[in-house]
């Protein structure tokens, strides 16, 4: 029995080898003579005078000419089908749209800010410093003429360039440079102007003073991105935040340090005039994760704390404010401030005050830097209005709205 099956199973073996090899040998006979009848079907019915004609009506026939319905062969035409010509109505109407052309203003308002004219500003009230907001011209006050660039104009430097030098002909005023002198805000080196980083409170640099305020608050986890400096003098505590990946926008108003705005954007630096004082600043409610003042002068307890509400208005839920500067470590600094001890330790006592009516924590305070947190949220806030009377939270408005 076993051999039987063996044989049987030799047998299949042997039929299918057999089978393999046929249609090895079939398939490229077949491959073959498709292959051939294909090439006779081309040939012009399979004659060899026929492939010739099939040849010469080819290399016979020109590559400019092409067939037309009717039979006739015509040559093909390269003409563009559009021509200035076609534009002429285009421009007319473009030049009746233009608005009328405004000739260049004189080279000495170069620097004409029509919002911020020193002498109009004089017609407004000195309290809170309103004064110093914008006041826009009346109609009949409106200059027709286009503001021209200083004289000598050049390029900026690029960045990172341009947070160290910019051109003394872009921003001609060398007055910061006698009365900032000793505390490296800038200085002047033939046609161009250098900033060192220095600052009324970081006389060693904004890079240190940034390094010091590190090591209070987390600036390297992400969550702090955007930053608000208010009183920005040439704007290089915001120039040495860039590097670290936070964007600060500064303002300052136009005042005793004539170009301190202008300096900020010919750094690179984004800034603009403006100031604390009766309407909000132009930002959105949440806007920022800090806001700093260094020395900016702002009076921030008076006025029944308004500029610090304005700051938590801008604030982000928990983020930061820092402070440096009086009445800030005034047990040090009074003398040189040329102001009493009473006087700053009440000052003092008022910022306290308003920072916690508001709800404020105030984190740590080491040397010449406080800050303060805002809570995350003012429920518990609601609560305390209990106690502590003032300040009322606002009826329901848009906290979004800006001047």
């Known amino acids: 029995m076993a051999n039987s099956r063996l044989s049987f199973l030799g047998l299949v073996r042997f039929s299918t080898r057999r089978a393999n090899v046929y249609y090895i040998a079939v398939v490229p006979i077949c491959c073959t003579l498709f292959y051939v009848v294909g090439i006779w079907q081309h040939s012009g019915s399979g004659s060899v005078s026929g492939r010739l004609s099939h040849l010469s009506i080819v290399s016979k026939t020109p590559c400019n000419v092409s067939h037309t319905a009717t039979g006739r062969t015509a040559p093909l035409d390269f003409f563009p089908r559009h021509t200035s010509d076609n534009l002429l109505p285009l421009a007319a109407e473009e030049a009746s749209a233009r608005v009328p052309h405004f000739p260049p203003c004189h080279p000495r308002l170069s620097e004409y800010t029509p919002c911020e004219d020193a002498q109009r500003s004089l017609k407004f009230e000195r309290d809170r410093l309103i004064y110093r907001e914008r006041h826009c011209p009346e109609e009949k006050e409106k200059l027709r003429c286009r503001i ?7 390029l900026p430097f690029r960045w990172p360039e341009s947070r160290d030098f910019a051109w003394f002909a872009n921003v001609p005023h060398r007055e910061l440079t006698v009365e900032k002198k000793n505390q490296n805000w800038v200085r002047f080196n033939g046609d161009r102007f250098h ?6 409170m970081f006389p060693n640099g904004a890079g240190a003073y940034i390094d010091d305020i590190g090591k209070l608050i987390n600036l390297k986890d992400g969550s702090v991105r955007t930053a608000l400096d208010t009183g920005c003098g040439v704007a290089s505590w915001g120039a040495y935040l860039l590097p670290r990946d936070i964007l ?3 303002f300052a108003p136009r005042d005793t340090h004539e170009a301190q705005v202008q ?3 010919e750094r690179g630096v984004p800034a603009l005039i403006g100031v604390l004082a009766s309407n909000r600043l132009p930002y959105p409610s949440r806007a920022f994760d800090v806001a700093h003042c260094s020395r900016c002068l702002i009076p921030w307890g008076q006025y029944d704390g308004l500029f610090l509400m304005e700051i938590d208005r801008v604030l982000r839920p928990g983020g930061y404010w820092i402070l440096s500067g009086p009445p800030i470590n005034w047990e040090r600094h009074w003398r040189g401030w040329e102001r009493t001890t009473k006087d700053l330790k009440a000052e003092q006592s008022r910022i306290e005050t308003i920072a916690r009516s508001l709800c404020w924590k105030r984190l740590k305070q080491k040397e010449d830097i406080a800050i303060w947190q805002k809570p995350t949220n003012h429920i518990h806030c ?7 009377k003032f300040p009322q939270f606002c009826p329901a408005q848009d906290p979004d709205k800006a001047w």
């Open 382 to 388: 609601r609560i305390n209005r209990k106690v502590f």
């Open 263 to 265: 300096f900020a954007l």
């Open 148 to 154: 021209p660039a200083p004289h000598g104009y050049r």
């Open 195 to 200: 900033f060192p980083g220095g600052g009324t």
């Open 248 to 250: 600060a926008v500064s």
